[in-house]
């Protein structure tokens, strides 16, 4: 039980935190995430501008799955779309 915890510690360790690649910027936090991984508006972020792209697919895909959604007539999922 104890070493797979500390596997699975070293594996989340090397995915999040200082300098490492989130949509279209860089996560510089040195501590626990402050946003618990949405990394969307996050503060502890470089923006970078060869990444904008993602950023514009992301809204994209957003509107789509709202349009979904309203479709399918999921009012909850449209408003958690909306965020």
Known sequence: MKSHL???AFATDSKVGV?????????VTDYVCPTKMACLGCKAKIPEPEQEHELHEVIKLSKDMEDRFTKMGLDVEVKKANK
């Open 6 to 8: 500390l596997r699975h």
């Open 19 to 27: 300098f490492n690649k989130v949509l279209g910027d860089t996560c």
